[in-house]
């Protein structure tokens, strides 16, 4: 019923009596341990204890948690640090409680013990800054936890330090039940210090990353240098390992994606729907428009927002679709005139790599009815089309980003403000639109709620 998923680098000192204390609990059938290329013999103890074995083709934390994922039989998964002895008695028990009786999706430990330096000085107050509905995690970065096969299905797993923090904020976005319980005492060293700086980069790289297009307004001064160090870091970083990926398609979210727009859906929710149909008709500014229906939003929380996203019924196979175009060596992007909320919890449920969007403010977990809007809509000196604020200012600054060029881009839209963006992408799509000009300047058509299409052009 359980599989517990073991990842290992040199745990020879410890990894029998973790076996041994996983077979001992009843609805535990499966023991696998994940070999990180370990030089001791790690996976000749782990074989005569009774574990399967996968060995990890790269190093790297993240990458062998995939690896266990992908060769568990269990429908239910744990992961456990491989260098704790002994664990609490009742640790398997208070992580897959909760969902045996289906009271969670996902399940993180917290234990007894100091909290860990990068944990108080990094993680807990960017979490604050970025998702403060995770900043009441007591111990965001453990690495213990439990969950459902198919949301772990879902993760885009990073090979670092930032792995953990990286899968609660997966789970937070795809508006996974989340559950922290307290196993209890456990003892387990503290990083050295010479390893805290490159942890904390990497956890801190986390969290911004998953963060595409949070406004800097609410970071306190004194630590905005170090952010943007670390985001020119990461952007270092991406350019350096993007050299396989030269084509990319991005999507419009609002009746594309969705079948439906979020803002009706919430102005149907929340009573506001003649004030949003005032808004549209006397408002003719596209800027000014945004704005003022951010206004609509104000006190609205995170999560009330994401249920509505989670009540909008998708393209029925656009997982699908975008699984077949990465395969293609695609890389796959959200670019909408939605909040950046929004269209990353769609990133995140369809498994595409970027988001451009507006960012929607939030304080203390309530919209402030603010919206900031990224630099990167606006036009520049090399802009391809003369609208001051468009989407295909956001197409370029992605294209720039990512090394592709903008002939390798495939851009699918459905109504008016896709038209540049559709025109001077590669080859553009008008998806199921009414829009005759629209029509008119794509390379193509899609009549049919269905992308399927799409791979005939790809």
């Not at 007894?112 to 604050?128: M, Q, S």
């Not at 200012?393 to 403000?417: E, M, R, S, T, Y």
Request: with cysteine; glycine share 6%.
């Amino acid at each position: 019923m359980i599989t517990v998923i073991i990842p290992a680098l040199n745990e020879s000192k410890t990894i029998e009596q973790i076996i041994s204390f996983c077979n001992r609990h009843a609805l535990v059938t499966e023991v696998i341990v994940v070999d990180d290329k370990s030089e001791d013999n790690t996976v000749e103890i782990a074989l005569h204890s009774g574990a399967k074995v996968v060995h990890s083709a790269v190093r790297g934390k993240g990458i062998s948690m995939r690896d266990g994922i992908q060769n568990a039989g269990n429908d239910i998964l744990i992961f456990l640090d491989g260098d704790i002895d002994p664990y609490p008695e009742k640790t398997i028990e208070l992580l897959a409680d909760p969902i045996i009786n289906n009271e969670a999706d996902f399940v993180k430990a917290s234990f007894a013990r100091n909290a860990g330096r990068v944990t108080e000085l990094v993680a807990k107050p960017l979490l604050n800054i970025y998702y403060p509905g995770l900043a009441n995690f007591s111990q965001p970065l453990s690495g213990m936890i439990a969950g459902k096969k198919q949301f772990f299905n879902r993760i885009n797993f990073i090979n670092d330090y930032g792995v953990d923090i990286g899968i609660l904020i997966d789970m937070y976005l795809m508006k996974a039940r989340i559950k922290e319980v307290n196993i209890g005492y456990i003892e387990n060293n503290s990083k050295p210090w010479e390893s805290l700086g490159k942890m904390s980069k990497e956890v801190s790289r986390a969290i911004i990353t998953k963060a595409q297009g949070v406004s800097k307004d609410d970071i306190p001064a004194e630590d905005i240098s170090s952010i943007e160090a670390i985001q020119r870091e990461l952007h270092n970083t991406l350019k350096e390992n993007l050299s396989d990926y030269n084509k990319m398609i991005v999507f419009d979210l609002d009746n594309t994606i969705f079948k439906g727009k979020f803002i009706d859906t919430c102005a149907k929710a929340f009573g506001f729907v003649r004030e949003l149909e005032d808004l549209r008709f006397n408002e003719k500014d596209p800027i000014i428009l945004t704005k003022r229906i951010g206004l609509l939003l104000k006190g609205k929380t995170i999560d009330d927002l994401l249920h509505i996203a989670a009540g909008i019924e998708m393209v029925d196979d656009i997982q699908d679709v975008i699984t077949a175009l990465k395969d293609r060596k695609y890389r796959v992007g959200i670019i909408s005139h939605s909040y950046a909320l929004i269209a990353n919890y769609v990133k995140q449920n369809i498994g595409a790599d970027f988001v451009y969007a507006n960012q929607l403010e939030f304080f203390e977990g309530k919209a402030t009815g603010e919206v900031n809007l990224p630099s990167y809509f606006f036009a520049s000196p090399d802009s391809i089309c003369g609208h001051a604020f468009c989407k295909s200012n956001a197409l370029q600054f992605a294209c720039d980003k990512f090394n592709v060029p903008l002939k390798n881009c495939i851009a699918v839209g459905d109504d008016k403000d896709d038209r540049c963006i559709v025109t001077h992408a590669g080859k553009g799509v008008a998806f199921c639109s009414s829009d005759e000009l629209l029509e008119k300047v794509s390379f193509t058509s899609i009549k049919e709620k269905t992308f399927y299409p799409l791979l005939k052009i790809a």
